[in-house]
């Protein structure tokens, strides 16, 4: 990150909003890409050959505000089925236009494209079936193997532009072909080119009606391959299509609000994306409200207050490099990111309150219980806070009220950048300054250079703040200032929802790019501090850079889906929610959910009707177990690997 870099160019800006320009491509009667606004589609997860429950399904998802309607065709029959599927739904007055989604099967793609607008296929499986070798090409055998993509995939090609229909190439970094694993690993690069290959086919054949995408359930893999996706576009003389973004297997409830957030957000801040499709292991029609927020917030982006241009950029946003910082106290350096509470509009501060924020205190103990997520530190603001506080919290003041309160261990004063160039009295041991961009100039940077007590609280009240606050960093990192951040948001009369939602997306993306050594968001009656606190806790973990909890990358359940993944996910999270670290893969089908849930510790795929197949990463350990006795083998597994741990154990 350190080395300067010449700007990368993925979007049209990185400070001032605008929608990458791109293609439009029909499908049916409802384009996407260019001006069109962001469209928003959902899958359905009923079994394509029931008729009747996918038209009612596809009906919800129409009047809930979904655009586009995928349905899976795993083979011929299904395929053949969206004929009957969209006839019942046009007699019923929905010309909502349908996807075919194709994985394997060549034939049903070709029928599907005669019957439906679009087909979707995944470049990983279009033309191969996966078998995890890893296989040394020479470059005439790796050429060999095109030309056989080639003859496979032209058929399709040209029924698509004969019945005018529209293709999505969709990437799954989980699903990568044994050839492009090979040559280029589990990349970004490797998901790139994995659809280049079928892009260069199409081109060729001057067929142009096509959407791409790059999936993963790891947002930070998924935003950077769409990033590289963009740039190769361009460098190589690509069509500028339009782009379909989602996160795969994000799993339910609010973590998978979060991380589809950070991951679909922080793309839709950069102008890139003309679909989305909110993956959650829930009822389809759930999905499309969440889209809708998303988008909604671009419709008036621009022409936002404005943010100095860039000439030098010093992040690279193809890797994920932290930013180099000093530690102060317990923040910065290979610490990490903290989590701030805001209490300050609290009328008193008791034992009680730090309930919310992870601390249970035991009066027959006299003990602390702290929990995963228990908050770093507690803003206070203007709120003296009277009884001893937990070893590992530190109480923030501000400043007039920490001069009096200062004799306390663990307390430290907010300083705003005025006070702190009028050099106000300081703690000898952490400081917070809060600034913003308009207080970060030569000078405040040169003093906070040298501070070594010192961490700054970056604010923003621009619209577009996360660009704004990415643009400070590009500032420190030029002026080799490293001094810790935090990154600090305020909301207000928002949803609980719209507030995960939000602070995922502006916070997220920046955490995603290396930036920030700690959260602060507020949230002005927009929920409980309880919501407030877990949300920074689940940003940090779906960012990846702090672990507070057990992972489940479960699917959204399809047509193939083989159990009920709502209330499998459940349980397996009731009995397993305590194994901080670790990954849990929840697949509906062992076609392709051992290849989608990437890089999970362990899978809990469905193998056949009550039959389910555990995996210890990709290795399969136990084929069909019946799906009564299967959350236990689960749990027998894990605790054969030495990684069990006993709820009671973590709760004491
Ligand atoms: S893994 Fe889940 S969403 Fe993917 S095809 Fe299988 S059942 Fe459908």
Same mark, same amino acid.
């Given at each position: 990150?350190?080395?300067?870099?010449?700007?990368?160019?993925?979007?049209?800006?990185?400070?001032?909003?605008?929608?990458?320009?791109?293609?439009?491509?029909?499908?049916?009667?409802?384009?996407?890409?260019?001006?069109?606004?962001?469209?928003?589609?959902?899958?359905?997860?009923?079994?394509?050959?029931?008729?009747?429950?996918?038209?009612?399904?596809?009906?919800?998802?129409?009047?809930?505000?979904?655009?586009?309607?995928?349905?899976?065709?795993?083979?011929?029959?299904?395929?053949?089925?969206?004929?009957? +599927?969209?006839?019942?739904?046009?007699?019923?007055?929905?010309?909502?236009?349908?996807?075919?989604?194709?994985?394997?099967?060549?034939?049903?793609?070709?029928?599907?494209?005669?019957?439906?607008?679009?087909?979707?296929?995944?470049?990983?499986?279009?033309?191969?079936?996966?078998?995890?070798?890893?296989?040394?090409?020479?470059?005439?055998?790796?050429?060999?193997?095109?030309?056989?993509?080639?003859?496979?995939?032209?058929?399709?090609?040209?029924?698509?532009?004969?019945?005018?229909?529209?293709?999505?190439?969709?990437?799954?970094?989980?699903?990568?072909?044994?050839?492009?694993?090979?040559?280029?690993?589990?990349?970004?690069?490797?998901?790139?080119?994995?659809?280049?290959?079928?892009?260069?086919?199409?081109?060729?054949?001057?067929?142009?009606?096509?959407?791409?995408?790059?999936?993963?359930?790891?947002?930070?893999?998924?935003?950077?391959?769409?990033?590289?996706?963009?740039?190769?576009?361009?460098?190589?003389?690509?069509?500028?299509?339009?782009?379909?973004?989602?996160?795969?297997?994000?799993?339910?409830?609010?973590?998978?609000?979060?991380?589809?957030?950070?991951?679909?957000?922080?793309?839709?801040?950069?102008?890139?994306?003309?679909?989305?499709?909110?993956?959650?292991?829930?009822?389809?029609?759930?999905?499309?409200?969440?889209?809708?927020?998303?988008?909604?917030?671009?419709?008036?982006?621009?022409?936002?207050?404005?943010?100095?241009?860039?000439?030098?950029?010093?992040?690279?946003?193809?890797?994920?490099?932290?930013?180099?910082?000093?530690?102060?106290?317990?923040?910065?350096?290979?610490?990490?990111?903290?989590?701030?509470?805001?209490?300050?509009?609290?009328?008193?501060?008791?034992?009680?309150?730090?309930?919310?924020?992870?601390?249970?205190?035991?009066?027959?103990?006299?003990?602390?219980?702290?929990?995963?997520?228990?908050?770093?530190?507690?803003?206070?603001?203007?709120?003296?806070?009277?009884?001893?506080?937990?070893?590992?919290?530190?109480?923030?003041?501000?400043?007039?009220?920490?001069?009096?309160?200062?004799?306390?261990?663990?307390?430290?004063?907010? +300083?705003?950048?005025?006070?702190?160039?009028?050099?106000?009295?300081?703690?000898?041991?952490?400081?917070?300054?809060?600034?913003?961009?308009?207080?970060?100039?030569?000078?405040?940077?040169?003093?906070?250079?040298?501070?070594?007590?010192?961490?700054?609280?970056?604010?923003?009240?621009?619209?577009?703040?996360?660009?704004?606050?990415?643009?400070?960093?590009?500032?420190?990192?030029?002026?080799?200032?490293?001094?810790?951040?935090?990154?600090?948001?305020?909301?207000?009369?928002?949803?609980?929802?719209?507030?995960?939602?939000?602070?995922?997306?502006?916070?997220?993306?920046?955490?995603?790019?290396?930036?920030?050594?700690?959260?602060?968001?507020?949230?002005?009656?927009?929920?409980?501090?309880?919501?407030?606190?877990?949300?920074?806790?689940?940003?940090?973990?779906?960012?990846?850079?702090?672990?507070?909890?057990?992972?489940?990358?479960?699917?959204?359940?399809?047509?193939?889906?083989?159990?009920?993944?709502?209330?499998?996910?459940?349980?397996?999270?009731?009995?397993?929610?305590?194994?901080?670290?670790?990954?849990?893969?929840?697949?509906?089908?062992?076609?392709?959910?051992?290849?989608?849930?990437?890089?999970?510790?362990?899978?809990?795929?469905?193998?056949?009707?009550?039959?389910?197949?555990?995996?210890?990463?990709?290795?399969?350990?136990?084929?069909?177990?019946?799906?009564?006795?299967?959350?236990?083998?689960?749990?027998?597994?894990?605790?054969?690997?030495?990684?069990?741990?006993?709820?009671?154990?973590?709760?004491?």
């Amino acid at each position: 990150m350190s080395s300067p870099v010449t700007i990368q160019r993925y979007c049209n800006s990185l400070v001032s909003y605008s929608r990458r320009k791109t293609r439009v491509v029909n499908i049916g009667d409802v384009a996407v890409g260019g001006d069109n606004p962001i469209r928003v589609q959902s899958m359905t997860t009923i079994d394509t050959m029931d008729t009747a429950g996918s038209v009612e399904q596809t009906i919800r998802m129409v009047e809930a505000g979904c655009e586009y309607v995928r349905i899976t065709a795993p083979s011929i029959k299904e395929a053949q089925n969206l004929e009957e +599927i969209r006839k019942e739904l046009h007699r019923r007055g929905y010309k909502v236009p349908l996807i075919a989604d194709i994985h394997f099967t060549p034939n049903a793609a070709e029928l599907a494209a005669r019957l439906v607008e679009k087909v979707r296929i995944n470049p990983g499986n279009y033309a191969d079936k996966k078998r995890f070798e890893q296989i040394d090409y020479s470059d005439a055998a790796y050429e060999a193997e095109l030309q056989r993509i080639r003859a496979k995939f032209l058929p399709l090609i040209k029924i698509c532009k004969e019945y005018g229909t529209a293709m999505r190439i969709g990437t799954n970094h989980g699903s990568l072909s044994d050839r492009i694993m090979s040559r280029y690993g589990d990349t970004p690069l490797g998901m790139v080119e994995s659809a280049l290959e079928f892009l260069r086919i199409c081109e060729d054949e001057n067929y142009f009606n096509i959407v791409l995408s790059m999936k993963s359930s790891n947002p930070q893999v998924m935003i950077q391959a769409y990033r590289l996706l963009v740039q190769k576009l361009d460098e190589e003389g690509f069509q500028p299509y339009p782009l379909h973004l989602g996160v795969t297997e994000a799993g339910d409830g609010e973590d998978g609000r979060i991380k589809s957030s950070v991951g679909i957000g922080t793309l839709l801040e950069d102008g890139l994306g003309d679909t989305i499709r909110v993956s959650l292991t829930e009822e389809p029609e759930a999905e499309v409200p969440v889209a809708q927020k998303l988008a909604a917030r671009y419709a008036s982006r621009a022409g936002h207050a404005p943010i100095p241009e860039i000439t030098n950029y010093p992040i690279d946003p193809f890797s994920y490099t932290r930013r180099a910082t000093r530690q102060v106290a317990n923040l910065g350096a290979h610490q990490v990111p903290r989590v701030i509470a805001d209490f300050s509009r609290h009328e008193a501060i008791t034992p009680a309150s730090l309930f919310a924020v992870g601390y249970r205190y035991s009066v027959p103990l006299d003990k602390w219980n702290i929990t995963d997520m228990a908050c770093d530190y507690l803003f206070a603001g203007n709120n003296a806070v009277e009884f001893d506080i937990p070893g590992t919290l530190g109480i923030i003041y501000k400043h007039d009220l920490w001069l009096s309160a200062q004799r306390k261990p663990r307390t430290y004063p907010l +300083i705003d950048a005025n006070q702190y160039r009028n050099g106000v009295e300081q703690s000898p041991e952490l400081n917070f300054i809060q600034a913003s961009i308009a207080d970060v100039n030569q000078d405040l940077m040169s003093r906070l250079s040298s501070d070594q007590t010192a961490v700054l609280v970056i604010d923003t009240d621009n619209e577009h703040g996360y660009a704004e606050q990415r643009r400070i960093f590009v500032d420190l990192l030029n002026n080799h200032c490293g001094i810790p951040v935090i990154l600090s948001r305020r909301y207000s009369d928002i949803p609980a929802e719209t507030f995960q939602l939000y602070s995922a997306t502006d916070v997220g993306g920046l955490l995603i790019d290396g930036l920030g050594d700690g959260v602060f968001l507020v949230g002005e009656n927009c929920g409980s501090d309880k919501m407030v606190n877990e949300t920074a806790f689940n940003i940090l973990q779906a960012t990846r850079t702090r672990i507070s909890k057990t992972e489940y990358i479960s699917c959204p359940s399809c047509g193939r889906t083989l159990f009920d993944l709502q209330e499998t996910t459940a349980n397996i999270r009731a009995r397993t929610y305590h194994l901080k670290g670790i990954k849990i893969g929840i697949m509906g089908c062992i076609v392709n959910g051992p290849g989608e849930m990437a890089d999970a510790d362990y899978g809990y795929v469905g193998s056949g009707p009550g039959r389910i197949t555990l995996y210890r990463g990709k290795e399969v350990v136990k084929r069909n177990v019946p799906t009564p006795q299967a959350v236990d083998a689960l749990i027998n597994l894990i605790r054969e690997d030495g990684a069990w741990i006993e709820p009671e154990a973590v709760n004491v």
